[in-house]
């Protein structure tokens, strides 16, 4: 319990402490009413064309659904395997999980800029024990008087706060810096979070295509099987040659030599996908193994022009952030012109007897008013406005690139998906001919009006068209991707 002396000195601390909200509260209102150094920021204005030159191109095309909201564009397959595909990249991914660390890092630093603009206050408290040396200064005098003891202890307690004052605003304008840096990385742990999604529905499309182009060769080289036993009946009947004999194994050997590298495609793009799903290669490889059947591709919307990229596109959201950022920290770097005014107090007790610690006689306030001003530095502060308007420099391109990186990718992605469709229809109309072709040249064959020279040439034409086919299908769904990544879907 506290001696009864003590409570003069506590109602003193208290006293003190009460009015010291009120001190700080009214620097506070004096320091935040101070204009901050350095450029206000403004959004750059927008050169965003009224519309995408291809948008005509893309609204005259027949799509089998329509058009997804773009947060969710994959649901627009209507595939549940591409949906569970997403779902669980978005989920188990390790760059995705990267990037929300950053984001985490970033509003971290953005509340410790915050809090530099607030006082701040720390208790403490300590007990020393001594043994004075009889040969040092003190001791050699304070042995000859008398009571002197050498030995000692000091207890000390005491509150101590210290702020420093925002005269020229360059602690406001690095909150600022470090709050946009913090919006900064969260659209870019959006841009990662399209990228995932984008990649993980290519990969994807990508397998399917490589599973149809499989099946085609497979079919094919079952044709071609039957096509070599036909030549040697007629070979064992004497009405064949051993040259068309040779004609239809090397024909049948080139149509499985196509295989290999389409398993390839296959089985590498399984392992990207398991990558992705923040998986060992092969753990979700079993799910897809049944093929497919072919994907319809949705509508993609672009009515909302080129100037929905500016709040759609995370790497554009990205650039503006961080030019607001760097502007910021002109406002930073210019305050070095200005003086620094710090305040700092201290109420504490010292005493050398426990029981003495908290009195009237222990009490030792204190109170500090500190200035820093670099009058002198040989054009440092210079220089470091130099470069902070440098950086400046540099984000405002590399804003103004975003914007046109921007345009450009959904202009090419347009043209990827309608030019990929008319390929497609033609395709179609490709191989039906070619088929028709391929079975009368056959029948032909077999009553001895063609060589199996004519057989084999459509044999080949065959497969190359619907390879083909397969091929461009799985690109189209592809480039239907792109453009929903190229818009900003995905978050």
């Known amino acids: 319990m506290l001696q009864s002396h003590s409570r003069p000195a506590l109602r003193r601390v208290r006293a003190g402490i009460h009015v010291l909200p009120k001190l700080l509260a009214a620097t506070v209102a004096a320091s935040l009413a ?35 909201a773009l947060d969710r564009w ?21 760059d995705l999980a990267a990037a929300i660390a950053r984001v985490d890092q970033a509003r971290a630093a953005a509340n410790h800029a915050g809090a530099e603009l607030l006082p701040q206050a720390a208790l403490s408290g300590s007990v020393s024990k001594q043994r004075q040396s009889l040969e040092g200064p003190l001791g050699s005098l304070g042995k000859h008087l008398p009571g002197f003891d050498r030995n000692s202890t000091l207890y000390s307690a005491g ?5 420093e004052i925002d005269v020229a605003g360059g602690l406001r304008r690095g909150a600022e810096a470090a709050s946009a840096e ?33 099946a085609i060769a497979q079919q094919q080289v079952r044709t071609n099987a039957k096509l070599l036993e036909l030549v040697q009946l007629r070979l064992a009947d004497g009405i064949g040659a051993q040259r068309e004999r040779a004609q239809a194994e090397a024909q049948l050997a080139q149509t499985r030599v196509t295989i ?9 793009q399984l392992n990207r996908l398991d990558v992705l799903m923040g ?3 092969g753990t979700y490889a079993a799910e897809l193994r049944a093929p497919a059947q072919r994907t319809a591709v949705p509508q993609v919307s672009v009515a909302q022009g080129p100037a929905n990229l500016l709040q759609r596109r995370p790497d554009v959201i990205a650039a503006e952030r961080k030019l607001a950022a760097s502007s910021a920290r002109i406002g930073v770097a210019t305050a070095e012109y200005y003086p620094k005014l710090s305040l700092s107090a201290l109420l504490g007790f010292e005493s050398l007897s426990a029981g003495k610690l908290f009195t009237a006689s222990a009490f030792q306030p ?45 202009e090419n992605a347009i043209i990827a998906l309608t030019q990929l469709e008319l390929q497609s229809t033609e395709l179609d109309t490709e191989v039906d001919a070619h088929a028709r072709a391929r079975g009368a040249a056959e029948e032909a064959f077999k009553g001895g009006a063609v060589s199996l020279f004519e057989v084999l040439e459509e044999d080949r034409l065959l497969l190359a068209a619907r390879d083909q086919q397969a091929r461009v299908r799985a690109d189209n769904a592809r480039a239907a991707v792109a453009t929903f990544r190229a818009l900003g879907g995905g978050w």
Not at 189 to 213: K, N, S
Request: a negative charge; aromatic letters at 8%; charged letters at 20%.
């Open 260 to 268: 290999p590298p389409l398993q390839i495609e296959l089985e590498t």
């Open 159 to 163: 509150v101590g706060a210290s702020w």
């Open 182 to 214: 913090a919006q900064a990385a969260e659209a870019e742990h959006l841009g990662v979070r399209v990228l995932v999604a984008a990649e993980a529905a290519d990969a994807y499309f990508r397998v399917r295509g490589a599973q149809q182009r499989i």
């Open 279 to 281: 998986a060992h290669p």
């Open 34 to 68: 101070a204009c901050a150094v350095g450029p206000d920021y403004h959004a750059p204005p927008s050169d965003m064309p009224a519309a995408y030159a291809h948008a005509a191109a893309l609204d005259a095309r027949e799509a089998t659904q329509p058009a997804p």
């Open 366 to 410: 204190a109170a500090i008013a500190g200035l820093r001003w670099r009058l002198f530095d040989f054009g440092r502060v210079d220089a470091e406005v130099a470069q902070a308007k440098g950086v400046n420099a540099e984000a405002l391109a590399n804003y103004r690139k975003s914007m046109l990186r921007a345009t450009e990718d959904v």
């Open 74 to 94: 994959w649901l627009g397959f209507e595939d549940a395997a591409l949906t569970r595909i997403i779902h669980r990249a978005l989920e188990q991914n390790l």
